[in-house]
């Protein structure tokens, strides 16, 4: 399988190349289209373990679709190509069986079908973030295909680092995390806007986007008309 991102970072979309038997599993709606070596079926799996379980608990937990669409490859040739529903990059991780990778959820788009997914909790302080306090747990062999509001910053992270909840799109199982305040005490992180942030350790692979979706969408709203009635 060979996946291309193209006309990033703004407007990305994934090109994905198929040889016979090979099968990508994608959130609903993210397919743009399919060529007519592609058989495309609707499902509730979430990886090869677990199946209806885990897809629900998925879908109760971070708010995503509970069904998913797997695209299969009845031919050589067959292309599908893919894109999330925000403006932004795409990027592809190679997923090892010694790496599993952390994933905020609204970040995820498609796999290889032989990837499992699972839900993590990232705590009770996460729960003021006011972003997703759920993270999809991505383990196996294969592709993971990721999207990100802006454009993506990656990081080989040894050390130390914060992280505004908002701006995290992924991390590999090298890096431990915990929730913690951005400043030395609860007032100063209320006045100053980050609320709940991560502070993330160890070593391995970060993904970061450019803009925080919330933010974003609370900029917006804010000059919007009011709605009459």
């Known amino acids: 399988m060979d996946i291309e991102v193209k006309y990033r970072p703004a407007h990305s979309l994934g090109v994905v190349t198929m040889s016979r038997g090979e099968s990508i599993t994608a959130e609903a709606g993210a397919m743009v289209t399919m060529n007519d070596r592609v058989q495309s079926t609707t499902n509730a799996r979430a990886g090869k373990k677990g199946g209806l379980f885990k897809s629900l608990k998925r ?135 980050e609320g709940i942030v991560l502070h993330v350790s160890g070593k391995g692979r970060l993904y970061l986007q450019s803009r925080n979706p919330s933010e974003y969408g609370q900029a917006v709203g804010r000059k919007l008309p009011a709605r009459e009635g």
């Open 59 to 193: 879908s109760l937990l971070t708010g995503e679709s509970f069904f998913t669409n797997t695209f299969s490859a009845r031919d050589e040739g067959a292309e599908v190509t893919i894109a999330p529903s925000l403006c932004g990059d795409m990027m592809v991780h190679d997923l090892s069986s010694s790496d599993d990778l952390m994933i905020q959820s609204t970040s995820y788009l498609a796999s290889d079908s032989s990837i499992s997914l699972d839900t993590q909790w990232q705590g009770m302080k996460a729960l003021f973030s006011g972003e997703s306090f759920f993270f999809l747990k991505a383990t196996g062999v294969g592709q993971v295909v990721m999207s990100a509001f802006g454009g993506m910053e990656v990081i080989e992270l040894d050390g130390d680092l914060i992280v505004d909840t908002g701006h995290l799109v992924a991390f590999t199982s090298g890096i431990s995390y915990r929730t913690t305040k951005p400043g030395s005490s609860w007032l100063q992180a209320f006045f100053s806007g």
